[in-house]
């Protein structure tokens, strides 16, 4: 660890986040190993540390002999200002050393609004930031997560994206790089090499030319590169690598509690949904399984808090059986059971009684739009019957405090339904009235709403995001319709919203725009009080591009995607007849109860849910 920072310390906030040296973390000899992996989170050690996705991948690099995986996160205002001042590199946590120094940089992006955060640390490594301008094997550049599935925004950057789950792709373009390293291959050759593997998406070897209209004209791979990269799947969750010896953070976190993946993929469809689209099929992980990992992780770390965790955990069917099985443990000691969001159709008595042995944190339903009708056209497959048995179940056994969540300017959304978000808040308040086993402690019904941002490989990326203008008008009037005391009302950013939305489904001429906004001081853009859409807005102009042009059109059903290299498994005519559905207000049953064809079944040969 470099000297110099025993002076800038003691003057930041937080000064825990730069200094590692945490219980679990990994410390290799560096002259035993071969390769060195600078594992980039493009947000705050906070945020980084609370994701799972970066623990697992940490550690399976880290069971690689001959592989050190080292943390890097993203610094907050003040420790970058003093880094800069004092001339020192970003470095990484367990050694100290600078990321310049390291073979591979990996990102781990899940939002594109960490765009130039990235931007932002190989600034503060000492790096160029196009790929094209670092010419050498190492340090070679890569990303990850959910945001690479459109990956063209930041492709003139990235040396390659992985796309789909590491778990085994990883390790696998970390044993070519160390044959590239021990044979003495360029970077070019390694390129074409690492572009045979499945998941590896290497932009510079794809070339796209675009209409006068702006819209792509037509990719084009080159040097034998793939004309679809395919995602990588985990197959067998039993056999995948889950960090029960995770590294206890210094300071607190986001999430400071373990966290047990109880299944990948969902069975839902939501036609919003990226991540129920990109994560299919569904896979579960086997109940004894995680009873063992669950305690195990418990014990090790310390932790009083354990959730259970999926994109829809209630749909996890041994759920109960998971829990009785965590019991007994969680209670001796004193261990607190907790899931996230939950299914309004299948909160059950049965489920409550063993979420209340816990303490009584509020519950999360997300019925995301305010009538059936609407419900019907994004396939949330929720019902108000089903939204209030579950708050009848809820209030009867002593909660009185529930969240709801929706979105606004969903696909053929109306005033009508936005105005029954406030007489769905108003129902909660008269259920609890109704229902309610005690009333001493009154009740609390939080709203909150999101502004709808189409994503690429839904049903809805196509789709136009409504103007921000209009977003603000059906804000103030729900805002307006909303009276009952009981119910706050909570909504988000729009300016964010509207950004994420132009880089979401953005090409590559986004990188100017990119590395201008980041050259004008945009950082840390997912935090309100760093993120300005003026420096967005400036260099959109300055550049000659149009953000309206990415967020507020609606594509032709024969238009080439900037996407349209890569395949998650669904196909494009299964999520375009989803479209179509969706304008009829017709639901998709979801996969347990029967297949839709989306060609995710491909992936398990022919077999996808399998309960």
């Known amino acids: 660890m470099d000297k110099r920072l025993d002076r800038i310390l003691p003057g930041v906030q937080k000064p825990a986040r730069y200094v590692g040296g945490e219980y679990n973390a990994v410390m290799k000899d560096k002259r035993e190993v071969d390769l060195r992996f600078a594992f980039c989170f493009p947000d705050t050690y906070e945020i980084g540390m609370s994701n799972l996705g970066y623990r697992i991948l940490y550690g399976v690099l880290n069971e690689m002999p001959g592989v050190w995986c080292e943390r890097v996160f993203t610094p907050w205002t003040d420790m970058e200002e003093a880094l800069r001042a004092s001339?020192?590199?970003?470095?990484?946590l367990e050694s100290g050393d600078p990321v310049n120094e390291f073979d591979i940089i990996g990102f781990s992006i899940g939002y594109?609004?960490?765009?130039?955060?990235?931007?932002?640390?190989?600034?503060?490594?000492?790096?160029?930031?196009?790929?094209?301008?670092?010419?050498?094997?190492?340090?070679?550049?890569?990303?990850?997560?959910?945001?690479?599935?459109?990956?063209?925004?930041?492709?003139?950057?990235?040396?390659?994206?992985?796309?789909?789950?590491?778990?085994?792709?990883?390790?696998?373009?970390?044993?070519l790089f160390r044959r590239a390293k021990r044979e003495g291959w360029d970077k070019p050759r390694f390129l074409r090499a690492a572009a045979q593997i499945q998941g590896v998406y290497v932009p510079s070897l794809y070339d796209v030319s675009y209409k006068e209209d702006g819209a792509v004209a037509a990719i084009t791979p080159l040097d034998g590169a793939p004309e679809k990269v395919v995602k990588r799947v985990v197959h067998d969750m039993n056999q995948s690598y889950y960090p029960v010896k995770t590294i206890v953070p210094s300071t607190e976190i986001v999430h400071d509690r373990v966290t047990l993946e109880v299944f990948r993929g969902c069975i839902r469809g939501c036609r919003f949904c990226?991540?129920?689209?990109?994560?299919?099929?569904?896979?579960?992980?086997?109940?004894?399984?995680?009873?063992?990992?669950?305690?195990?992780?418990?014990?090790d770390s310390?932790?009083?808090?354990?959730?259970?965790?999926?994109?829809?955990?209630?749909?996890?069917?041994?759920?109960v059986g998971l829990c009785d099985g965590l019991e007994s443990f969680c209670g001796e000691n004193h261990v607190n059971l907790s899931l996230p969001s939950l299914r309004a159709d299948n909160f059950s008595m049965e489920l409550m009684q063993r979420l209340q042995k816990g303490r009584k944190a509020g519950l999360t339903f997300a019925p995301e739009a305010g009538t059936q009708r609407l419900r019907d056209?994004?396939?949330?497959?929720?019902?108000?019957?089903?939204l209030t048995r579950s708050l009848e179940t809820a209030f009867s056994g002593g909660w009185n405090a529930v969240k709801l969540y929706f979105m606004l300017g969903l696909p053929t959304e109306t005033d009508e339904d936005v105005l029954g978000i406030a007489e769905m808040a108003n129902h909660a308040v008269h259920t609890w009235r109704e229902t309610a086993s005690s009333k001493n402690r009154g009740v609390r019904i939080t709203v909150s709403t999101s502004w709808f941002v189409p994503k690429p490989f839904t049903a809805f990326q196509w789709e136009p995001q409504i103007s921000r203008?209009?977003?603000?008008?059906?804000?103030?009037?729900?805002?307006?319709?909303?009276?009952?005391?009981?119910?706050?009302?909570?909504?988000?950013?729009?300016?964010?919203?509207?950004?994420?939305?132009?880089?979401?489904?953005?090409?590559?001429?986004l990188g100017r725009v990119l590395e201008l906004a980041f050259r004008k001081g945009a950082r840390l853009d997912a935090w309100s009080d760093c993120f300005d859409l003026n420096r967005w807005l400036e260099a959109f102009r300055e550049c000659g591009l149009d953000p309206a042009f990415y967020a507020n059109r609606e594509r032709g059903r024969d238009e080439i995607l900037p996407w349209s290299m890569i395949s998650c498994h669904v196909s494009d005519a299964y999520l375009w007849h989803q479209r179509e559905l969706a304008y009829q207000s017709v639901t998709t049953p979801d996969c347990r109860t029967q297949c839709s064809g989306c060609g995710a079944n491909a992936v398990e040969g022919g077999e996808c849910y399998r309960g």
């Open 274 to 299: 990226q991540a129920g689209y990109v994560y299919r099929p569904v896979r579960c992980r086997g109940r004894d399984q995680l009873v063992e990992y669950g305690k195990a992780a418990i014990q």
């Open 469 to 509: 203008e209009e977003y603000e008008r059906r804000v103030k009037l729900l805002r307006n319709a909303i009276t009952a005391k009981a119910v706050t009302y909570n909504w988000h950013d729009g300016d964010t919203s509207f950004l994420e939305a132009v880089l979401a489904r953005g090409d590559r001429r």
């Open 377 to 386: 056209a994004i396939n949330k497959n929720v019902t108000e019957e089903d």
């Open 112 to 175: 594109e609004m960490a765009y130039t955060a990235m931007l932002n640390m190989l600034d503060l490594s000492g790096l160029p930031l196009r790929a094209q301008d670092r010419a050498a094997l190492a340090p070679l550049v890569i990303a990850g997560g959910t945001a690479m599935y459109n990956a063209e925004p930041v492709a003139d950057f990235i040396d390659m994206a992985l796309i789909g789950e590491g778990e085994e792709l990883l390790p696998e373009v970390a044993e």
């Open 302 to 319: 310390g932790y009083q808090e354990m959730t259970l965790s999926s994109l829809s955990t209630s749909d996890y069917p041994q759920l």
């Open 87 to 92: 001339g020192i590199p970003l470095y990484a």
